[in-house]
């Protein structure tokens, strides 16, 4: 029971520990047809040229998910609805609890004897038990799961077709996943 309780323990740590998952919400009745995620924009503050809000996107991570992945996962939501940019809005900390597990196992024996006295019918003895009990205990242990979220846009373009300027604040990714802030 004890390695069972033990082998779920590690599994569900493994799980929540290296994984990503995100979420995304429409906003509107305009739909946009997907892009790749390598296209969309990570934005820490709004554009100076024109957009619209068309959703937004939550992401969580496991206890060892890295901001690259974090980011990574929000530009994957945020291209499922069709986005040129996300605009990050916040970035925080939830908290998971595996609950405690005790296991106790353990043996008793029982030696005695008895003695019946026919004359006046009765029976003496003895007995002795000895005992012993084994408990293990695996505390409640918490995690710490990184969350981001952010607003999907699209860039409004001019008549001509073509965007406008730049936004003030954006993010690029190297090779390695490396992000670096534009200014």
């Not at 009745?29 to 990570?42: A, G, L």
């Not at 068309?54 to 945020?78: E, H, N, P, T, W």
């Not at 004897?113 to 007995?127: D, E, I, L, M």
Request: with cysteine; proline share 6%; charged share 10%.
């Amino acid at each position: 029971m004890f390695w069972k309780s033990l082998s779920i323990f590690a599994i569900a740590s493994i799980c929540l520990g290296c994984s990503t998952w995100g979420y995304k919400s429409r906003m509107g009745d305009k739909t946009y047809p997907p892009v790749p995620y390598q296209h969309v924009q990570i934005l820490t503050g709004f554009p100076n040229q024109p957009f619209e809000q068309i959703g937004i996107c939550s992401v969580s991570g496991g206890a060892f998910a890295s901001g690259v992945d974090m980011y990574r996962k929000l530009q994957k939501s945020a291209a499922l609805l069709g986005a040129d940019a996300v605009v990050v809005t916040g970035e925080g900390v939830s908290h998971a609890t595996l609950p405690g597990q005790a296991y106790t196992s353990g043996s008793a024996y029982t030696q005695g004897s008895a003695t019946y006295h026919p004359y006046n019918r009765t029976v003496t003895g003895s007995a002795t038990t000895t005992g012993y009990s084994n408990t293990t205990y695996m505390p409640p242990t918490t995690f710490d799961l990184p969350n981001n979220r952010g607003i999907a846009i699209k860039y409004i373009q001019s008549s001509s077709g073509s965007r406008s300027s730049h936004p003030v604040q954006s993010t690029q990714s190297d090779s390695t996943g490396t992000i670096y802030l534009n200014r």
